[in-house]
């Protein structure tokens, strides 16, 4: 075990995997000599080579379109979108090609190729660079979108996400990249599709995405000393989704909020609360109650930024209206 | 194959053509008898371009195609019964019938795909290339687009990173005079795209693209350079669709002189002329009837073909295991 | 209840910027109509009719006749007939909810909505109520908009369980206590006269030794009903709402017990059949009955219930009346006890027999009537009642 941050455990999986991989190629913008903007890819270059480690031009279609055909024609890419927000410049090529071409040209390609990339509000980082679009591509068929919380779970994803055939949208948050955690030495793989209980409860289940939680775990401590038990579930892989994991405790604590960073309306909450009510309807002793975004772009100013986003005390305020 | 093919050769590329185009007319029969689905884009009048850009490629080299990719598949050895049955929904199509026209791929053959996206095969055909660089293999791939997608973002995206990295790829520019309904001049600054190859990087050739053995020549010296690690090149074939953009065009907006003008010059007349000069006429009508039976073939037995079963849908989302 | 406020519209036709009331076509607490035209007002120009933008009743007048009211100005108020909508809670802002592309939402209707109006409850709570049958309407809701809760209805759970134990009613128990539910809403009275039972001993004894199913005091018993139905209309009859309605047959229901509770299988055209003939439908429905096979067919419109607790031990008793029957015979045990005959104490065996009745459709008269009757034919046994014979 190592005490590592955040960044340095998604490191750690490329390093680790482009060694036992000659087929792992990185790219993107600024990827290479000076080894990514939050250093995820640091050194990776020096290490492996002008030809597996390459900067790209800002050419966001081409990062996308470079890992689709490369991928299929046996490599393993580990393309990086530096912010979410930039992400729909390539969407043409995830929603027409790398979902569709699976589909349609059947076995005849695998697509196992990685797309990093990063979002998150609350750095001033502007309207144009705090987007969370993961709702955007969680609704794509054939990817699979993966948020990882923890250092750990970080590593270990981003191991699964190369070792899978399918195509993976790997997103990360600006906030969690210096965040702490024990991470595992050596190989360490996690379920994609599983999600974990990081705290359990029996009073309300919070069903939350990448930063939020932490946030929900903040909020579960102010609970707790208020009498209420919140159970908090971390996604972690967002399509295909652990609908088990999440169901089985909804059916013990019967009640729900579902909290994630994107916009409310029509948010990756709305498809987590409509499955709750669909599969724990009869559990439910409540309304499940959803936490988003505004729906608005983020505005720069701090108190109006900070305002947008859920936050822990916003999150107790919703399980109390659940306990009454 | 060298730079300008065999007599031999050139024969098999006439007939080759000749299929594409009586391919193209089945098509139009069928559409005209309520027999197909969704707007087909023919491509004749431009069967030089297709057949002679692929004829000196090997298997393992790829084509990224277009919308308007008949020629493409043919050239680069896509079977035509299981052609013809992919554009029909069959089952026993390329691609089971979930492509259709637009999404054809034969990856033993070594064609990675149709594109219903106009452009938006060019990044693939870079990324398939950055493979071949990155595993130091001497293949090719040689990606067909139109003057309308010369105008895309992700068209000016794929040629700068592949003349910036030097990817071994023959871009190969089919210019038909039309994107859409849109005459070229209303949709390009250049009138001649070739002149944006020494805006990426990379050497250009403008040629005739309705003269096979031109495009056979001008593919050849792009393929041999690419395989020789010199980077990518980028073919201009001027060329004209004789028919609308597709089988639901009213049409209306192609001047009566313009086409007659290019009717006259056809690439399967003016090639079966060299052939009949240096084979004979019976030779030569021995290669159209042999291209008529086997269109014939291809169509009866898509026709006949069963449609695939809605249990398919049932198989899951994703690929299991790793990769 | 929900207030709608009656407003001057530019729709009431030309551009103007106020109108006066002229004159109010509805009075406060007169229902309106949708669409029904309740005031006139003029402007300069014109005299136009405001019309009720939803039903309701007119609450009051704001602005009353000679008033000058400015364009958008209220008019009146009106009270919406838009009760027991369920409740749509509204989202707190404070929990990142935002108004993107929602409507105002009718607010919320508090706790139940009144006799068979929706109960507002959580889904595991109607879950929990339904698997315990618990009435929701039995239990008063703590949650938000009195919304019944998991807790509410486990408590209400708790309360029920400290009284001992429980049993949820199912087959015929279950019917019963539907039927007797429905009975209890019917005027019903009784009559009772004794019966000596030797008549129907010599007839048992003069049959005794045919063939076929052997014939009981309880086959006897139920021909002679049958036949003295014949003569008493009233009571193979049912009431409607405002009528009575004859039957044209005799079914006699036989209330049988089982350990599962009592069914009344019954015996069609019973005055029909000979004595054998009752004694045979009487076996085989009541086999049917302990096996409890019997079909819907078989406990289907009885005219008349006959219920014999005699061979329990039972003296005496007064049967409540199966809707939609207007009579019931209740028959007691044949016991021994003094009688007085012509002037002498004697031993005979007396049963009680008792004739409930509807007292919308019988009274006391023909319930006297019917039991002589009955009486007559048991005590002179021999008169017609043959046993292979139907009369």
């Given at each position: 075990?190592?005490?590592?941050?955040?960044?340095?455990?998604?490191?750690?999986?490329?390093?680790?995997?482009?060694?036992?991989?000659?087929?792992v190629?990185?790219?993107?913008?600024?990827?290479?000599?000076y080894?990514g903007?939050?250093?995820?890819?640091?050194?990776?270059?020096?290490?492996?080579?002008?030809?597996?480690?390459?900067?790209t031009?800002?050419?966001e279609?081409?990062?996308?379109?470079?890992?689709?055909?490369?991928a299929?024609m046996?490599?393993?890419?580990?393309?990086?979108?530096?912010?979410?927000?930039?992400?729909?410049?390539?969407?043409?090529?995830?929603?027409?090609?790398?979902?569709v071409?699976p589909?349609?040209?059947?076995?005849?390609?695998?697509?196992p190729?990685?797309?990093?990339?990063?979002?998150?509000?609350?750095?001033?980082?502007?309207?144009?660079?705090s987007?969370?679009?993961?709702?955007?591509?969680?609704h794509?068929?054939?990817?699979?979108?993966?948020?990882?919380?923890?250092?750990?779970?970080?590593?270990?994803?981003?191991?699964?996400?190369?070792?899978?055939?399918?195509?993976?949208?790997?997103?990360?948050?600006?906030?969690?990249?210096?965040?702490?955690?024990?991470?595992?030495?050596?190989?360490?793989?996690?379920?994609?599709?599983?999600?974990?209980?990081?705290?359990?409860?029996?009073?309300?289940?919070?069903?939350?995405?990448?930063?939020?939680?932490?946030?929900?775990?903040k909020?579960?401590?102010?609970?707790?000393?208020?009498?209420?038990a919140?159970?908090?579930i971390?996604?972690?892989t967002?399509?295909?989704?652990?609908?088990?994991?999440?169901?089985?405790?909804?059916?013990?604590?019967h009640?729900?909020?579902?909290?994630?960073?994107?916009?409310?309306?029509?948010?990756?909450?709305?498809?987590?609360?409509?499955?709750?009510?669909?599969?724990?309807?009869?559990?439910?002793?409540?309304?499940?109650?959803?936490?988003?975004?505004?729906?608005?772009?983020?505005?720069?100013?701090?108190?109006l930024?900070?305002?947008?986003?859920?936050?822990?005390?916003?999150i107790?305020?919703?399980?109390?209206?659940?306990?009454? | 194959?060298?730079?300008?093919?065999?007599?031999?050769?050139?024969?098999?590329?006439?007939?080759?053509?000749?299929?594409?185009?009586?391919?193209?007319?089945?098509?139009?029969?069928?559409?005209?008898?309520?027999k197909?689905?969704?707007?087909?884009?023919?491509?004749?009048?431009?069967?030089?371009?297709?057949?002679?850009?692929?004829?000196?490629?090997?298997?393992?080299?790829?084509v990224?195609?277009?919308?308007?990719?008949?020629?493409?598949?043919?050239?680069?050895?896509?079977?035509?019964?299981?052609?013809?049955?992919?554009?029909?929904?069959?089952?026993?199509?390329?691609?089971?019938?979930?492509?259709?026209?637009?999404?054809?791929?034969?990856?033993?053959?070594?064609?990675?795909?149709?594109?219903?996206?106009?452009?938006?095969?060019?990044?693939?055909?870079?990324?398939?290339?950055?493979?071949?660089?990155?595993?130091?293999?001497?293949?090719v791939?040689?990606?067909?687009?139109?003057?309308?997608?010369?105008?895309?973002?992700?068209?000016?995206?794929?040629?700068?990173?592949?003349?910036?990295?030097?990817?071994?790829?023959?871009?190969?520019?089919?210019?038909?005079e039309?994107?859409?309904?849109?005459?070229?001049?209303?949709?390009?600054?250049?009138?001649?795209?070739v002149?944006?190859?020494?805006?990426?990087?990379?050497p250009?050739e403008?040629?005739?693209?309705?003269?096979?053995?031109?495009?056979?020549?001008?593919?050849?010296r792009?393929?041999?350079?690419?395989?020789?690690?010199?980077?990518?090149?980028?073919?201009?074939?001027?060329?004209?669709?004789?028919?609308?953009?597709?089988?639901?065009?009213?049409?209306?907006?192609?001047?009566?002189?313009e086409?007659?003008?290019?009717?006259?010059?056809?690439?399967?007349p003016?090639?079966?002329s060299?052939?009949?000069?240096?084979?004979?006429?019976?030779?030569v009508?021995?290669?159209?009837?042999s291209?008529?039976e086997?269109v014939?073939?291809?169509?009866?037995?898509?026709?006949?073909?069963?449609?695939?079963?809605?249990?398919?849908?049932?198989?899951?989302?994703?690929?299991?295991?790793?990769? | 209840?929900?207030?709608?406020?009656?407003?001057?519209?530019?729709?009431?036709?030309?551009?103007?910027?106020?109108?006066?009331?002229?004159?109010w076509l509805?009075?406060?607490?007169?229902?309106?109509?949708?669409?029904?035209?309740?005031?006139?007002?003029?402007?300069?120009?014109?005299?136009?009719?405001?019309?009720?933008?939803?039903?309701?009743?007119?609450?009051?007048?704001?602005?009353?006749?000679?008033?000058?009211?400015?364009?958008?100005?209220?008019?009146?108020?009106?009270?919406?007939?838009?009760?027991?909508?369920?409740?749509?809670?509204?989202?707190?802002?404070?929990?990142?909810?935002?108004?993107?592309?929602?409507?105002?939402?009718?607010?919320?209707?508090?706790?139940?909505?009144?006799?068979?109006?929706?109960?507002?409850?959580?889904?595991?709570?109607?879950?929990l109520?339904?698997?315990?049958?618990?009435?929701?309407?039995?239990?008063?809701?703590?949650?938000?908009?009195?919304?019944?809760?998991e807790?509410?209805?486990?408590?209400?759970?708790?309360?029920?369980?400290?009284?001992?134990?429980?049993?949820?009613?199912?087959?015929?128990?279950?019917?019963m206590a539907?039927?007797m539910?429905?009975?209890?809403?019917?005027?019903?009275?009784?009559?009772?006269?004794?019966?000596?039972?030797?008549?129907?001993?010599?007839?048992?004894?003069?049959?005794?030794?045919?063939?076929?199913?052997?014939?009981?005091?309880?086959?006897?018993?139920?021909?002679?009903?049958?036949?003295?139905l014949?003569?008493?209309?009233?009571?193979?009859?049912?009431?409607?709402?405002?009528?009575?309605?004859?039957?044209?047959?005799i079914?006699?229901?036989?209330?049988?017990?089982?350990?599962?509770?009592?069914?009344?299988?019954?015996?069609?055209?019973?005055?029909?059949?000979?004595l054998?003939?009752?004694?045979?439908?009487?076996?085989?429905?009541?086999?049917?009955?302990?096996?409890?096979?019997?079909t819907?067919?078989?406990?289907?419109?009885?005219?008349?219930?006959?219920?014999?607790?005699?061979?329990?031990?039972?003296?005496?008793?007064?049967?409540?009346?199966?809707?939609?029957?207007?009579?019931?015979?209740?028959?007691?045990?044949?016991?021994?006890?003094?009688?007085?005959?012509?002037?002498?104490?004697?031993?005979?065996?007396?049963?009680?027999?008792?004739?409930?009745?509807?007292?919308?459709?019988?009274?006391?008269?023909?319930?006297?009537?019917?039991?002589?009757a009955?009486?007559t034919?048991?005590?002179?046994?021999?008169i017609?009642?043959?046993?292979?014979?139907?009369?």
């Amino acid at each position: 075990m190592a005490e590592l941050r955040y960044a340095e455990a998604l490191h750690s999986a490329l390093v680790e995997e482009m060694r036992r991989d000659e087929s792992v190629i990185v790219f993107g913008e600024d990827v290479g000599s000076y080894g990514g903007v939050f250093k995820v890819t640091k050194d990776l270059q020096h290490e492996f080579g002008r030809d597996r480690v390459r900067d790209t031009p800002i050419s966001e279609q081409i990062i996308a379109g470079l890992a689709i055909g490369a991928a299929m024609m046996g490599l393993k890419p580990v393309a990086e979108i530096m912010y979410v927000d930039f992400l729909p410049l390539c969407l043409d090529q995830l929603l027409n090609q790398a979902s569709v071409l699976p589909f349609i040209w059947g076995d005849q390609i695998r697509l196992p190729l990685v797309l990093r990339t990063q979002g998150g509000a609350g750095a001033g980082a502007g309207a144009q660079h705090s987007k969370s679009l993961e709702a955007m591509v969680a609704h794509i068929p054939g990817l699979k979108i993966v948020m990882p919380t923890t250092p750990a779970d970080a590593k270990g994803l981003l191991t699964a996400a190369i070792r899978d055939p399918n195509p993976v949208v790997f997103i990360e948050h600006k906030f969690l990249y210096n965040t702490r955690g024990s991470v595992p030495e050596g190989e360490h793989v996690v379920e994609i599709g599983k999600a974990a209980i990081m705290r359990p409860g029996t009073d309300v289940t919070i069903v939350a995405t990448s930063r939020m939680v932490l946030e929900s775990l903040k909020a579960a401590e102010t609970l707790a000393a208020e009498g209420i038990a919140a159970e908090i579930i971390d996604v972690r892989t967002l399509r295909p989704l652990d609908t088990a994991t999440i169901i089985e405790s909804v059916q013990r604590t019967h009640r729900c909020i579902v909290v994630n960073e994107g916009w409310r309306f029509g948010g990756y909450g709305a498809e987590l609360a409509a499955t709750i009510g669909e599969l724990a309807f009869g559990y439910l002793d409540a309304p499940i109650a959803r936490l988003g975004a505004l729906d608005m772009p983020v505005p720069y100013s701090q108190p109006l930024e900070l305002a947008t986003i859920p936050n822990p005390e916003k999150i107790v305020i919703a399980a109390r209206n659940l306990m009454r | 194959m060298q730079n300008a093919p065999s007599p031999e050769q050139h024969a098999l590329l006439y007939r080759k053509m000749k299929i594409v185009r009586l391919l193209e007319e089945a098509i139009g029969k069928l559409h005209r008898e309520g027999k197909t689905r969704g707007p087909i884009h023919r491509c004749d009048g431009q069967e030089a371009v297709g057949i002679g850009a692929t004829a000196m490629l090997e298997r393992e080299d790829i084509v990224t195609s277009s919308h308007r990719g008949h020629a493409h598949y043919i050239g680069k050895g896509v079977a035509t019964d299981r052609l013809m049955a992919e554009i029909m929904g069959r089952a026993t199509g390329t691609c089971r019938g979930r492509g259709g026209h637009m999404l054809v791929a034969d990856r033993e053959a070594g064609m990675l795909g149709g594109c219903g996206i106009v452009g938006g095969a060019l990044p693939l055909a870079v990324g398939q290339a950055l493979a071949f660089q990155v595993q130091k293999k001497a293949n090719v791939v040689v990606a067909f687009y139109g003057d309308g997608a010369a105008q895309i973002g992700a068209c000016h995206e794929a040629l700068n990173v592949a003349g910036l990295w030097k990817l071994p790829v023959v871009f190969v520019c089919e210019h038909n005079e039309y994107g859409l309904t849109v005459p070229a001049r209303e949709q390009s600054s250049v009138s001649d795209i070739v002149l944006r190859a020494a805006g990426y990087g990379m050497p250009g050739e403008m040629i005739d693209g309705n003269d096979l053995l031109a495009v056979h020549a001008a593919t050849s010296r792009a393929v041999q350079r690419a395989r020789r690690g010199e980077g990518s090149s980028l073919i201009e074939a001027k060329t004209y669709r004789l028919l609308g953009f597709s089988t639901s065009d009213v049409g209306g907006y192609q001047p009566a002189s313009e086409l007659a003008h290019w009717a006259s010059r056809d690439p399967i007349p003016r090639t079966r002329s060299l052939l009949v000069k240096t084979m004979g006429e019976r030779h030569v009508a021995a290669l159209d009837a042999s291209a008529a039976e086997e269109v014939d073939a291809a169509v009866a037995f898509a026709l006949a073909s069963p449609l695939p079963s809605i249990d398919e849908l049932d198989a899951g989302e994703y690929v299991q295991g790793t990769a | 209840m929900v207030e709608i406020e009656l407003r001057l519209t530019g729709a009431a036709g030309e551009y103007m910027e106020s109108a006066t009331v002229v004159a109010w076509l509805k009075t406060p607490g007169e229902s309106v109509r949708e669409g029904e035209s309740i005031v006139v007002v003029e402007t300069a120009k014109a005299s136009t009719e405001i019309a009720a933008p939803s039903s309701g009743v007119l609450a009051r007048i704001v602005a009353a006749v000679g008033a000058e009211v400015s364009l958008g100005g209220v008019l009146a108020v009106i009270e919406g007939s838009g009760g027991g909508a369920a409740s749509i809670p509204a989202l707190p802002r404070e929990a990142g909810a935002s108004s993107t592309g929602r409507a105002a939402l009718p607010p919320p209707a508090r706790g139940r909505a009144g006799e068979g109006g929706w109960i507002l409850a959580s889904p595991i709570a109607r879950r929990l109520a339904r698997e315990n049958t618990l009435d929701l309407a039995a239990i008063t809701g703590s949650g938000p908009d009195g919304r019944i809760g998991e807790r509410d209805v486990l408590a209400a759970l708790a309360a029920r369980k400290q009284d001992g134990r429980r049993e949820a009613p199912a087959g015929y128990r279950k019917a019963m206590a539907k039927r007797m539910s429905a009975s209890a809403a019917v005027p019903q009275f009784s009559v009772s006269l004794a019966v000596d039972g030797a008549g129907i001993e010599a007839l048992l004894d003069r049959l005794k030794g045919g063939d076929g199913t052997p014939i009981s005091v309880n086959d006897v018993i139920m021909k002679s009903v049958a036949l003295a139905l014949r003569e008493a209309p009233r009571f193979n009859a049912r009431w409607d709402g405002d009528a009575v309605l004859f039957h044209d047959h005799i079914n006699l229901g036989m209330a049988v017990a089982t350990e599962h509770g009592l069914a009344a299988p019954v015996i069609r055209d019973a005055d029909k059949l000979s004595l054998r003939g009752i004694a045979s439908a009487g076996f085989r429905l009541r086999r049917r009955t302990l096996g409890r096979k019997l079909t819907p067919e078989d406990v289907a419109r009885a005219s008349f219930t006959v219920s014999n607790l005699g061979l329990l031990g039972a003296e005496e008793f007064v049967a409540l009346l199966n809707p939609p029957e207007v009579g019931i015979l209740a028959v007691g045990a044949f016991t021994p006890m003094p009688v007085v005959r012509d002037g002498a104490i004697v031993v005979r065996r007396m049963a009680k027999f008792t004739v409930t009745g509807d007292h919308r459709v019988v009274d006391g008269a023909d319930a006297a009537r019917l039991l002589t009757a009955i009486r007559t034919l048991l005590e002179n046994a021999p008169i017609g009642l043959d046993a292979d014979q139907a009369p």
